[in-house]
């Protein structure tokens, strides 16, 4: 005869069955509240900036050159938050993103009144460029969410246990994942350094090859010289 679930396990039963729809749904809740937060942020750096620059007699472009900057921050973090993206791209994005956030600070430091107040906008611009990192990590861990579920199953789930094998593969299983995830990471960091290795020789090598043309160049251009001069005496 089989033994009646408990009000846990009903309840387990139960969870297990809204976990993937609550987290999708988290996931949707977060990213757009961070979209929202984002356009806050943005708004308020750009007419704080904007109502700064028409102070100080900048007319039209007090509008224009704060959109500017924003914009270009908003494009240099998504650059660098895709997946994907060249590392060169993503390298120089992160250069130039870092020159934009520093000017776009400044300026709303810069702006008069209170300090508290001035320090506030220039955190904003940290705060646009924090929430849209935030945004670009947000993904579930399958490894850990596999680790829990075989961890739940074996708990509260005692008459429909899971055999110890199956339960230790699963888990081997995830930690082997998470073993595979941490060696491509390192592999690629590893093929990045190479590579900007190669480009450093390259560049090298392609420097060295101008200098020495160079220099002939211009034993070529005195031994003319020499010449013309002797031609003319």
Partial sequence: MPTQPTLTQQFATEYAKGAVPGMLR??????????????????????????????????????????????AMLSMLTITQTTGMAVDAKRAAMKILVVVVT???????????????????????????????????????FAAIEEREVSVITEVRPGRKLDPEVARARAAKAAETRRAKQAAREAEDAARAQAARVRAARAAERARV????????????????????????
């Fill in 210 to 233: 101008r200098a020495a043309k160079d220099e002939l160049d211009q034993f070529f251009d005195q031994e003319r010289a020499v010449v013309g001069a002797h031609r003319a005496t």
């Fill in 103 to 141: 000017i776009s600070a400044a300026v709303n430091f810069a702006a008069p009144g209170p300090l508290g107040l001035r320090a506030i906008f220039a955190l904003v611009v940290g705060l646009v460029a924090g929430v849209e990192w935030v945004a670009a990590k947000i993904r579930p861990d």
């Fill in 26 to 71: 988290a996931i949707r809740i977060i990213k757009r509240a961070n979209g929202l937060i984002l356009i806050g942020a943005l708004t308020a750096s750009y007419l704080h900036q904007a109502h700064y620059l028409a102070t100080l007699g900048a007319g039209m472009f007090a509008w224009i050159v704060p959109a500017v900057f924003d914009l």
